[in-house]
């Protein structure tokens, strides 16, 4: 069975304070990996798509990776306005559904 | 472009109760889908559409139905609402299989 898991669940940073996100998967097929980044009371919005292990996609203070069994998004210097649920979610090759982890809910204090 | 446009934003239901939630996208997707939303859990799909005519069930279907008569719209029919529907509820689109979904804000349902 498809499967995504996040930690840590939660995650409060000072203002510049480095660290990563993680995204552990277990799907037959990856099609892709997707990240998303969820502010209180909204959608989802897409943030990247990785499809193959050693694939690294950067933008702004956040820098995506994946291996064969797991993602991770790394953010660099964050700023209080990276706060928000970051959500992981892959796609399979042979069906129609993406499968969300629970999401890690990022606090960056000033 | 709007991209994907859900109403209600929020809604109260009684036990009992029906209701449809709307959602509209302009992007001439052809994919649509609904997820509801639970405290702690990710996204799990009620129902999806690949093209105008087509639908078919996800993860949680049981207690809803869906309809796609045209490209554009993709209403969510709760019939018979139940406590156990009281979730936020997204509609998302995409142009093909496992490509950028791209979603609605949201409707927040407490059925009580």
């Known amino acids: 069975e498809d499967q995504v898991t996040q930690s840590p669940e939660a995650l409060r940073l000072q203002e510049g304070e480095s660290s990563s996100l993680n995204c552990s998967y277990t799907?037959?097929?990856?099609?892709?990996l997707f990240w998303y980044r969820q502010d209180p009371g909204k959608g989802p919005e897409f943030l990247f798509t990785?499809?193959?292990a050693g694939e690294e996609k950067e933008k702004e203070r956040l820098k995506a990776t994946l291996t064969k069994k797991e993602s991770f998004l790394h953010i660099t210097a964050p700023k209080p306005e990276d706060s928000a649920t970051y959500l992981c979610?892959?796609?399979?090759?042979?069906?129609?559904?993406?499968?969300f982890g629970p999401g890690t809910r990022l606090s960056v204090l000033p | 472009n709007a991209g994907v446009t859900q109403t209600p934003k929020f809604r109260i239901l009684k036990i009992g109760q029906s209701m449809t939630l709307q959602c509209t996208q302009d992007?001439?997707?052809?994919?649509m889908y609904w997820y509801r939303q639970d405290p702690g859990m990710g996204l799990k799909l009620i129902y999806y559409?690949?093209?105008?005519?087509?639908?078919d069930k996800g993860e949680v279907p049981n207690g809803y139905n869906v309809s796609r008569s045209t490209t554009e719209d993709f209403p969510l029919r709760l019939e018979l609402a139940a406590p156990s529907q009281t979730s936020v509820y997204f509609c998302?689109?995409?142009?093909?299989?496992?490509?950028?979904?791209?979603f609605g804000q949201g409707t927040r349902l407490t059925v009580v």
């Open positions: 998302a689109s995409t142009t093909g299989q496992g490509t950028i979904a791209f």
């Open positions: 799907v037959s097929g990856l099609r892709g």
């Open positions: 990785l499809y193959s």
């Open positions: 979610a892959v796609h399979h090759n042979y069906g129609q559904n993406f499968v």
């Open positions: 992007m001439n997707h052809n994919y």
């Open positions: 559409s690949v093209g105008a005519g087509i639908t």
